[in-house]
């Protein structure tokens, strides 16, 4: 059943529908979230959030526009809220398990943890959604609530900006 | 893509995907409301059911109930109504010979009046 599908219905109150969708996203919108906020137990919210608010809005969705993009866009809402609230230095990102002590952590080179240090969060975001998430210029501006040409130059200045530390990385790596 | 940079961009987020995935399965959030408004409304719908059925077994008993009574009482009233009239007549019999006493007395009267 395609995306359009499952809204309809799920507009039709069949709940299981929209958990279908759920099960389709989650994982998307929740890797973004673990890179995204200072601590998992903030991702694990602002995913609930986000699904919370999608099935409570469900009948002001656009068809116009991807699912997964008002998703990301109801996510990035609720992430700005959250960054109003309190700012915790980046590199505390640590990722640990509700059901085990067992710590999982984001590793160290990934190269989406070294974005998150020297690029700002709109910036961020444009990459992810541009880069991991294939959206293309349009979608990305409208979950930014950015203009095309902003996107275009900010991943444009945030590309030279990683190659810059990237081959720098691999310069050090080679000493 | 042969960028190494945009290659190591997607590696990452796959990884970071998988990661995500391994805390999902291990059950990261809470059970997700709309299914337990889902769970509720067919809880809701299930009460409302056994309501209607109830209802409509104890309105089928009272009909019944009543419709026999009412068949029973038709043909139990006979007796009772005889027995009604003979009691109507027995409390009535008295005022019944007096009334005739005074009769007689009166055509008594009616008759000694004439014969003067």
């Known amino acids: 059943m395609t995306d359009s599908e499952l809204i309809k219905k799920a507009q039709k109150g069949v709940t299981g529908c929209f958990s279908q969708l759920v099960a389709r996203y989650q994982v998307r919108l929740y890797s973004y979230l673990l890179a995204r906020c200072h601590n998992p137990f903030d991702a694990d919210d602002v995913l609930q959030e986000t699904f919370i608010n999608a099935y409570q809005y469900l009948n002001s969705y656009n068809p116009k526009w991807a699912f997964s993009t008002w998703l990301f866009t109801i996510a990035r809402r609720l992430l700005q809220q959250l960054d109003k609230t309190y700012f915790i230095p980046v590199d505390t990102v640590q990722l640990t398990s509700n059901e085990n002590t067992a710590t999982l952590e984001i590793e160290q080179d990934n190269i989406w943890r070294l974005i998150k240090k020297h690029v700002a969060a709109d910036c961020y975001d444009a990459l992810w959604l541009y880069y991991k998430e294939d959206a293309d210029i349009k979608n990305v501006a409208f979950i930014l609530n950015k203009s095309q040409s902003w996107v275009k130059t900010n991943l444009h200045r945030s590309k030279i900006k990683l190659r810059e530390i990237f081959e720098l990385r691999h310069l050090m790596e080679t000493l | ?116």
């Open chain 2, 1 to 116: 893509m042969n960028d190494p940079l945009i290659n190591q961009l997607k590696r990452d987020g796959q990884e970071l995907d998988r990661l995500a995935e391994k805390r999902l399965a291990q059950g990261v959030y809470v059970k997700p409301p709309w299914e337990k408004q889902s769970e509720k409304s067919s809880l809701h719908r299930s009460w409302l059911w056994a309501v209607a059925a109830s209802v409509i077994f104890t309105a089928g008993l009272l009909y019944t109930s009543i419709h026999t009574n009412q068949r029973n009482s038709a043909t139990n009233l006979q007796p009772v109504n005889q027995a009604l009239i003979i009691m109507d007549e027995q409390m009535k019999m008295p005022l019944h010979n007096e009334q005739q006493a005074i009769i007689e007395d009166l055509k008594m009267l009616k008759d000694r009046f004439l014969s003067i």
